[in-house]
């Protein structure tokens, strides 16, 4: 018989998180097309929630969620959750970063390799019928220095792929000290700036870090790195990021995230700039794939119950 717990999960999972929900008795709604408007109609019923980043969970539906004791959230970045209001309300917010970084980290690392060996672009010559090597002639990680910016799970993950490369990491964390070790080293924001040949960005979305890679990120750039985005696409300022390509200031950029992710809904500036970075030769981009391996799938899922367990929020 089920419980009168009520648990909604508004995105899709994997089967295992509603297997295991189940033999707890949970009164269990799997729900991945519901809207916000049709969660805020029931949401006073319910006890646990499991999100993405599909729906914003933010006041005005925290204050109808009287019954609500939980919002685990599948994968890393809580920028859609209100989760200072929720903790205020008593309502516990779990993300599961742990279960996706190393799929962040290998897209990452396959995004460098790609950009600097022109893999696609080889590649996009050959189906048009050219045989370019000369052209096509690629650039070796090997010896380089790389920087990352921010030091979490992604960031530390990306960096522990490196380590057979023989380069030099230099990682920047505001909020993260003691991670030197080896060929790790910790370093500042204007040290990447001034000495990196590759910046992958492994941030949070915050106040803070909207728009950080701006123009004037990128106008103090002394190398001319590869630039690489697995983060969120508020992180980085398009249009800056694009005059920065057009001054040429970058040897290239790879983006596995917009500003804009709603690919059909995008507004003519937006379509716009789309339009200039896929048709650029030394630009990769990728539909927010990155945390999405069918590993990572599995693993965000096994994540969100232990950690649910240590909680004491399943019983």
């Known amino acids: 018989m089920k419980r009168s717990v009520r648990i909604v999960i508004t995105a899709p999972v994997h089967p295992l998180l509603i297997e295991q929900l189940s033999i707890y008795g949970y009164d269990i709604h799997y729900q991945p097309q519901i809207s916000y408007e049709e969660l805020a109609e029931t949401i006073s019923t319910v006890q646990g929630l499991v999100v993405t980043t599909r729906i914003k969970i933010d006041r005005a539906l925290l204050d109808k969620a009287t019954r609500l004791k939980w919002i685990g959230r599948l994968g890393s970045g809580m920028e859609l959750i209100d989760a200072d209001y929720a903790a205020s309300k008593g309502i516990e917010c779990i993300s599961t970063p742990e279960g996706n970084r190393n799929a962040v980290a290998e897209h990452t690392l396959a995004l460098v390799l790609n950009l600097m060996n022109n893999i696609s672009r080889s590649f996009d010559d050959v189906k048009h019928g050219k045989w370019l090597r000369n052209e096509n002639r690629g650039t ?4 380089k220095i790389v920087g990352i910016i921010g030091f979490g799970n992604t960031g530390s993950s990306f960096a522990r792929l490196l380590q057979p490369f023989n380069v030099i990491v230099l990682g920047c964390d505001k909020y993260k000290k003691g991670f030197e070790t080896g060929y790790v080293k910790e370093s500042t924001l204007e040290a990447i700036q001034e000495f990196a040949d590759v910046i992958s960005l492994h941030l949070p979305l915050t106040a803070e870090t909207y728009h950080l890679a701006n123009a004037s990120f990128f106008d103090s750039l002394q190398k001319k790195p590869f630039f ?48 200039f970075l896929t048709s650029q030769q030394n630009v990769l981009v990728t539909p927010h794939i990155a945390g999405y391996s069918h590993e990572s799938f599995k693993r965000m899922s ?12 399943l019983s």
Do not use: F, H, P, W
């Not at 070796?140 to 010896?143: D, Q």
């Open 140 to 143: 070796e990680l090997s010896g």
């Open 302 to 313: 096994e994540v969100l119950l232990e950690k649910l367990r240590l909680a004491g929020q």
């Open 228 to 275: 690489i985005s697995t983060c969120r696409g508020e992180v980085t300022d398009t249009k800056d990021l694009i005059q920065a390509l057009k001054e040429n200031k970058l040897s290239g950029a790879a983006l596995d995230v917009l500003e804009n992710e709603k690919i059909y809904a995008l507004n003519d500036m937006e379509r716009e700039q789309l339009g």
